[in-house]
């Protein structure tokens, strides 16, 4: 007689179990990103498909789970407008590429090194962004196409709201399920066998299929008919500029998120830690199949990732069957899903972006390193009023002055012993063009009449500006003061 575990391995079991609550997490995640981006549905559960069964089976990170992210609607949705629906394969196609290239040079370990200020910045601004997006497809209205327009139209939203009945319903139910999934997991874990995203859609539906109200309703359609291959034309566009920077705003943010998801997964659990190389070149292959089929690019998603580890995933098999329950899902029951009101995906989305708000971390984060917070909140800003790519650019640039100003501090001890004797300067730390204006003050208020010795050995850099300058000054207190200045001979390092 078998044995029960050599038949159904534990391992399997869990991966199972596992793959089961994934799915009920991504199920209404991948609809709603669709949706919030400007594109069919059927494109988000494309993405989430491939994100399973092929990202899912690669080498890299063994838990985490792809798929499409809230955290690149802003920049799908201005692309969608910019260059049209047709041209999304396009860009998703090239910024696959472009992560398999950076993964084979190895490029995967530096996305480690950008400043998380700046990430988290990033996802505040992004969170910010859908909200208020989101608020008016609650609403059932057009949202404007700046961030700073959708924030500067909220009072007039709420306002028309009031006097229409249809768009106070449908504000009733995205509203309702805002609260829902803020409630959830405050309640029993018993009352919590289904996802908070999936039990709060499914409430909500069911909540107005009784009552009959009159809210807009999800629009899908087949799988097949939602794929879109690039063509020639599309592909042609690829020598304008500003559509090779949108496919590097892509490829940059969706490889940082995707490998700062790697990171925190990593702390979750005690596998195998992941290869940061080969977890983006995994993405880049999952983008470049996404945009073959012109589909919406896909990152590694912490929301789905951390249910997969808590669900008990002990392998990548729990990831790659919730692609295949996403895929008989969509090809078996689509009809299920037009039952859905936008307004309860908009909620579901609406939370999401606020969960990428670091609130809590912002007030920790300004007692204790109150530079990166200005960073955080002067990126989350930059994000808002311009685009996502310029106000991510802004914030690298501001951590790399900041980091520079730091690093660049220098300490001039003055010690004018005797009258007669000479005086002692001591330079320690790092003597580079940032501090030049202080150190050239301090010298060059020192008496002309009386010689001078510098010390420099406590200096760790000493670049070619203060170099120069040093020179320059002792000789030109050589020539008008009494005494020679004595100088060591000066080095760069």
């Known amino acids: 007689m078998l044995r029960k575990d050599l038949v159904f391995p534990p391992t399997l079991r ?28 059927e494109l988000g559960l494309i993405t989430g498909i491939v994100g399973g069964l092929l990202t899912g089976l690669l080498p890299g990170s063994s838990l985490q789970v792809s798929g499409p992210a809230a955290g690149l609607t802003v920049l799908v949705f201005e692309a969608v407008r910019l260059y049209g629906l047709a041209a999304l394969g396009t860009l998703v196609l090239a910024a696959g590429l472009l992560q398999l290239l950076l993964g084979a040079l190895r490029f995967g370990r530096w996305f480690r090194a950008i400043s998380i200020a700046v990430v988290e ?3 505040a601004g992004i969170g910010l962004t859908i909200i208020a997006g989101q608020l008016y497809a609650m609403a059932g209205a057009k949202a404007p196409g700046s961030g700073l327009g959708k924030l500067a139209g909220l009072p007039a939203l709420a306002l028309d709201a009031l006097g229409s009945p249809g768009a106070l319903t449908a504000l009733a139910v995205g509203v309702g399920t805002v609260a829902m999934l803020a409630l959830w997991p405050r309640l029993p874990a018993r009352a919590r066998l289904l996802p908070g995203p999936l039990a709060a859609v499914a409430l909500t539906t069911a909540a107005v299929a009784l009552l009959d109200l009159p809210v807009a309703r999800l629009e899908v359609n087949g799988l097949l008919g939602a794929i879109r291959p690039p063509g020639l034309d599309d592909l042609s566009r690829l020598a304008e500029l500003g559509f090779l920077g949108t496919v590097v705003a892509f490829t940059l943010i969706s490889s940082a998120e995707s490998l700062f998801s790697a990171a925190a997964v990593d702390r979750m659990h005690d596998g195998p830690r992941t290869d940061y190389d080969k977890e983006l070149m995994a993405q880049g292959a999952g983008n470049a199949v996404c945009g073959a089929l012109g589909a919406l690019p896909m990152t590694a998603v912490i929301v789905r990732s951390s249910a997969n580890v808590r669900a008990g995933a002990r392998t990548k098999a729990s990831r790659v069957l919730h692609g295949l329950w996403l895929l008989l899902f969509a090809a078996l029951l689509p009809a299920a899903l037009e039952v859905i009101p936008l307004a309860a995906l908009a909620g579901v989305l609406v939370h999401t972006g606020w969960k990428l708000i670091p609130t809590t971390q912002l007030l920790s984060l300004w007692r204790r390193h ?6 955080l909140v002067c990126t989350a800003v930059a994000v808002v009023a311009l685009n996502l790519f310029e106000g991510v650019l802004l914030g690298l640039l501001m951590a790399v002055v900041k980091t520079a100003w730091e690093t660049s501090q220098i300490h001039l001890e003055v010690d004018r012993g005797d009258e007669d004797g000479p005086i002692r300067v001591t330079l320690t730390g790092n003597a580079t063009f940032l501090r030049l204006p202080k150190m050239l003050d301090t010298l060059e208020a020192l008496p002309r009449d009386r010689p001078i010795e ?37 080095t760069t390092t």
């Open 370 to 375: 109150r530079g990166e917070a200005v960073i």
């Open 121 to 123: 910045g990033m996802l």
């Open 454 to 490: 510098l010390e420099l050995s406590g200096l760790r850099h000493l670049d070619h500006a203060c170099h120069t300058a040093l020179t320059s000054w002792a000789a030109r207190h050589n020539q008008e003061g009494t005494p020679a200045v004595s100088v060591p001979a000066l």
């Open 14 to 41: 869990h991966d199972l179990a596992a793959s089961f609550v994934v799915f009920l997490v991504a199920l209404p995640l991948c609809v709603g990103v669709a949706v919030a981006s400007g594109v069919p549905a």
